[in-house]
């Protein structure tokens, strides 16, 4: 099945303590993508990559890092998670044009407290 | 940069009812524009994308879209709802590739039995 995976589903941590979301897909995609949903706010872009070892910043990349190592996966890495960055956090792929539709995974809930 | 506004944080209406959701932005060149939607507790399905030709594209689950021009807007339309239509929907443009990929805040759906 096509699809996109993130781990953990929901995790509760404290402040400063590393944490990192993973993303995996299965459909040969080059492009993935992290957002975080706020309420009345929607999905604000924080990292995408066009392709392996290819990363950009996005609308609200502070205090995170991701790494593209292989196609399949795009991990997200808090190295010190803030209250601020209590949210939903939502990984995407697919082929690299315009005309392509971007794949959710299912979403991560992250409380920090 | 470019902006999506969804006027209506929430809306209610009976089942079987029409639906029009509103969503206009800002852009300056020819948008590339979806519709996608949220039930609770999932991640984001695509309902359908604009690119260029016929201004009014059909999707999933009934849903059309109709886009103008001259009023910057892309309004999803359904004739008739159904219950399990109550979701979030939210309103994105494509700038560039995926490259600044942007959300409108989204509008939820309630629907009366």
């Known amino acids: 099945e096509a699809q996109v995976t993130q781990n953990p589903r929901y995790l509760i941590t404290v402040t400063g303590k590393k944490l990192t979301v993973t993303c995996s897909q299965n459909m040969n995609h080059e492009y993935m993508s992290w957002y975080r949903q706020d309420p009345g706010l929607g999905l604000r872009q924080i990292y995408y990559?066009?392709?392996?070892?290819?990363?950009d910043k996005g609308d609200v990349p502070e205090g995170y890092k991701v790494s593209r190592k292989e196609k399949r996966n795009f991990p997200l890495i808090l190295e010190s998670p803030s209250p601020n960055q209590t949210s939903l956090y939502f990984c995407?792929?697919?082929?690299?044009?315009?005309?392509?539709?971007?794949?959710f995974g299912p979403g991560t809930r992250l409380t920090v407290l | 940069a470019q902006s999506v506004t969804q006027p209506d944080i929430h809306i209610t209406v009976s089942e079987g009812a029409s639906l029009e959701l509103r969503c206009n932005y800002s852009y300056g060149a020819t948008p590339y524009l979806f519709w996608y939607v949220q039930s609770p507790g999932q991640g984001l399905q695509l309902l359908l994308k604009?690119?260029?030709?016929?201004?009014l594209v059909q999707g999933i689950k009934g849903f059309e879209a109709e886009f103008k021009r001259s009023q910057s807007s892309f309004n999803l339309r359904k004739p008739s709802v159904h219950w399990s239509d109550a979701a979030e929907y939210f309103c994105a443009v494509d700038e560039n590739y995926g490259q600044n990929f942007v959300f409108g805040p989204g509008t939820r759906l309630s629907v009366l039995p």
């Open positions: 604009y690119f260029s030709g016929d201004t």
């Open positions: 990559s066009m392709n392996v070892e290819v990363t």
């Open positions: 995407a792929s697919s082929f690299k044009t315009r005309y392509n539709e971007q794949f």
